[in-house]
């Protein structure tokens, strides 16, 4: 599970549509490897907007990365900045979690991931 | 020719052995790619974009997506959902670029509102049409799939779904589906009437906040042959009129639109709309 795909989803318990605690799903007893990926430089600023940047936050904090700056970079500042364009890439591509869970904070339940894959299949009464 | 999706769940007829049948065939991956490159011609994507692979599998179709060229606006990221572990265990081995999830599409399709530029699938969604439960219903799970796609698509996104129905129920019950989420909708057929038919359903996401948000997708799909618009706009309207303002047809209808704009709802109840009695 790569930090880019966690900010994006959300709880997948019905019961959780309806709250905000659901998102973003937090990392416990994460072990990350890193991949080397292309940089993709267009890819970056195309999704920039659309990051949340809070969560984006929380999550490199929870996996142990320095802090990122309060504010997300607009276009033109990450256009300009090779180094960022690069630590972006980095904590959103090429860090995965390979093995151990993702939590919803809102009704705790607890998503494996093994292998770099996380299992979001859920039993039925929860669908 | 059997269907597999007549009688197996999904996850159990992609076994370890049909999974690596499945990939190292030639022809398949073949004819998977070719489908995967008509889909990204139908996206007309003009940059480097983050699409979801609905029911990705072995990652043949995800893997094309990986190997658009900058010149014609890629390379793409995705991000690929399958039910089968054995398929998703292959394109591990395989060393696919996308990001793999477990999960069942009938489930939904849990991202936040406007998370992707687009999506494919390739050979994948007709496996909705078989339940494998008395919990769900094929409704059901098509209902909730479209819903969780429509909201997930950015404003102006597109969806490309090339899928093998069994019969014209099939193909109806998937595009009635589709249409009822909110989409614009148009059916391409490629090599109609030959055994190597090719179905496509290319949808769209309104940019604007009109009620339905119906985009037109005359224009995605004009001057192509062989493409059936289907329009749901006559009949939203007419169902429009029918429901009073207020009931509590007319209040899940409401949520039911928000929701599809990714706004958070309470769910529904046996108190939806209902009169609050006056507390002193
Ligand atoms: C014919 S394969 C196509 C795989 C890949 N898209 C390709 O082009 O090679 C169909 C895939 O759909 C997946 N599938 C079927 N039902 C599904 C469901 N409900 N949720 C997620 N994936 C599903 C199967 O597990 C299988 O991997």
Not at chain 2, 158 to 183: L, S, W
């Amino acid at each position: 599970m790569k930090v880019l795909s966690l900010n994006f989803l959300t709880c997948a318990v019905k019961a959780c549509k309806s709250s905000s605690d659901s998102y973003p799903l937090h990392p416990q007893d994460a072990e990350l490897v890193q991949d080397e990926i292309e940089l993709n430089p267009d890819m970056l600023i195309n999704v920039l907007p659309r990051l949340d940047w809070t969560a984006l936050r929380t999550t490199s904090s929870e996996l142990g990365f320095p802090a990122l700056p309060e504010q997300a970079p607009t276009a033109e500042e990450l256009q300009a900045d090779e180094k960022m364009i690069r630590d972006l890439h980095h904590l959103l591509l090429e860090t995965q979690i390979s093995e151990g869970k993702l939590v919803c904070a809102n009704c705790g339940h607890q998503y494996a991931v093994k292998e770099g894959i996380a299992n979001f299949l859920l039993p039925s009464h929860l669908v | 020719m059997s269907r597999p999706e007549d009688s197996l769940a999904a996850d159990v007829h992609y076994d370890d052995t049909e999974a690596r049948k499945y990939t190292t065939s030639s022809r398949i991956q073949n004819i998977q790619a070719s489908m995967t490159r008509r889909a990204l011609e139908l996206l007309d994507l003009k940059a480097p974009s983050l699409i979801l692979d609905i029911g990705c599998g072995s990652g043949l179709s995800g893997e094309i997506l990986s190997a658009v060229d900058p010149a014609d606006g890629g390379p793409h990221t995705w991000i690929g959902m399958d039910v089968s572990p054995s398929m998703l265990d292959i394109a591990l081995q395989r060393d696919v670029e996308g990001d793999l999830m477990l999960a069942d599409i009938g489930q939904g399709v849990p991202f936040r509102a406007g998370s992707f530029d687009a999506a494919i699938s390739i050979s994948a969604i007709q496996w909705l049409c078989s339940a494998e439960s008395s919990e769900t219903s094929p409704t059901g799970r098509l209902n909730r799939f479209f819903n969780g796609l429509y909201a997930s698509l950015r404003r102006g996104g597109r969806a490309v779904c090339q899928f093998y129905p069994k019969n014209d129920t099939q193909r109806n019950m998937i595009t009635q589906a589709a249409v009822k989420a909110g989409f614009g909708a148009g059916l391409l057929e490629d090599d109609p009437g030959t055994k190597n038919v090719k179905l496509y359903l290319v949808l769209t996401v309104g940019n604007n906040d009109n009620e339905g948000g119906n985009t037109d997708i005359t224009g995605v799909v004009s001057g192509m042959d062989n493409v059936d618009v289907l329009d749901a706009r006559k009949r939203l309207k007419a169902n429009n009129t029918q429901i009073k303002k207020g009931s509590k047809a007319w209040i899940v209808k409401k949520k039911e639109q928000m929701e599809r704009k990714g706004k958070i709802v309470k769910a529904t109840s046996k108190y939806t709309g209902r009169k609050r009695r006056i507390q002193f």
